[in-house]
């Protein structure tokens, strides 16, 4: 079983950055995908940002150039999302998830298995 647990949600004015972290205990028994999803209440979940083994990332057009998983973290049991530059549109509840690669890692929520809590990322204008 896989447990996540989300940190370093906070609530930052616009221009802003934060480092989320999430901490996975029992890793998967195969190869996986981590991700970062967002979800304000009453909208849909969005993908963020997802790393896959080999470093490959990919990432939501609205955070590119902003948001980085360092690469380093691939296969860490501890994963990160740096957002840099925030803007009060990416005030939501941030998840990081875990779901099993089967050759490429997608941004959509059904392909991933295991889900930690959420943290919330607040920025103000």
């Known amino acids: 079983q896989v447990q996540l647990v989300e940190s370093g949600g906070d609530s930052v004015q616009a221009g802003g950055s934060l480092r989320l972290s999430c901490a996975a205990s029992?890793?998967?028994?195969?190869?996986?995908?981590m991700a970062w999803f967002r979800q304000v209440e009453g909208k849909e979940r969005e993908g963020v940002a997802t790393?896959?083994?080999?470093?490959?990332?990919?990432y939501a057009d609205s955070v590119k150039g902003r948001f980085i998983i360092p690469k380093d973290s691939a296969k860490s049991t501890v994963q990160y999302l740096q957002m840099n530059d925030l803007k009060p549109e990416d005030t939501s509840m941030y998840y990081c998830a875990i779901g099993y690669f089967v050759g490429v890692c997608r941004l959509l929520s059904e392909e991933y298995n295991y889900w930690g809590t959420g943290t919330q990322v607040t920025v103000t204008a």
């Open positions: 790393i896959a083994g080999d470093g490959t990332t990919q």
């Open positions: 029992g890793s998967p028994a195969r190869d996986f995908c």
